[in-house]
Every structure is written in structure tokens, then in C-alpha cells.
Nanobody, 119 residues
Framework: QVQLVESGGGLVQAGGSLRISCAAS????????MSWYRQVSGKQRELVAS???????NYADSVKGRFTIPIDGAKNTGYLQMDSLKPDDTAGYYC?????????????WGQGTLVTVSS
């Protein structure tokens, strides 16, 4: 089992920055790879950013050059650093960890944190 607890959402003006966090815990679990998704009411959840255990990152075109997805292994915490925020970035943000073992594939989600960007 993996537990993910998010924090750091809030209200920010357009052009500003915000960092949201995803603290991972669980028996012998080490956070090495993760993804961030976002969802606006009435729309599908979309992938914003991901990082592999090898450090390879992938970003949605809409956030490239503005968002980064670092992981602090010592704290077992992942982040989404969001700069040059736009009103279109307003959404609920969810962290995700996918684990694959001989029992199958398991997706774990944070509870979500709301980011509101005012114009």
C-alpha cells in the first residue's frame, strides 16, 4: 500500500508561482517515479507532468517550460513547481504513483489540491 498526501494549493495571481507537494508513505516504499494530473470540473483528467525512476521527465505541451517535477528522495516527497501561471492552469491537481509487481498494476492517487490562478 502507498499513501499520498498533497499540500500547497491555493490562490495565486497570473504570472506568479506555486509549488505543490505530494508526500508518499507506505511499507518499504521509496518514491522514485510519479505523475501529476489536473482536472477541471466537467472535463477529463489530463496528464500534466511525469518523471521516471531514471529521471526522464515528460510535460504536457501547455506547461512545457513553466512547470517542473522534482522528487526529494530523502523526504519521499514529489513536487510540482509551477511558474508563470496562467488562468487556464486553474484546476484540481492530483499526484499519481503507479506500481507494477507480479500481482499486477496498481495506481495510487493523492486527495487532490486546488490551484486557482486569477487574472
Amino acid at each position: 500500500q502507498v499513501q499520498l498526501v498533497e499540500s500547497g494549493g491555493g490562490l495565486v495571481q497570473a504570472g506568479g508561482s506555486l509549488r505543490i507537494s505530494c508526500a508518499a508513505s507506505g511499507s518499504s516504499f521509496r518514491l522514485r517515479a510519479m505523475s501529476w494530473y489536473r482536472q477541471v470540473s466537467g472535463k477529463q483528467r489530463e496528464l500534466v507532468a511525469s518523471i521516471t525512476s531514471g529521471g526522464r521527465t515528460n510535460y504536457a505541451d501547455s506547461v512545457k517550460g513553466r512547470f517542473t517535477i522534482p522528487i526529494d528522495g530523502a523526504k519521499n516527497t514529489g513536487y510540482l513547481q509551477m511558474d508563470s501561471l496562467k488562468p487556464d492552469d486553474t484546476a484540481g491537481y492530483y499526484c499519481n504513483v503507479r506500481r507494477v509487481d507480479d500481482r499486477g498494476t496498481f495506481d495510487y492517487w493523492g486527495q487532490g489540491t486546488l490551484v486557482t490562478v486569477s487574472s
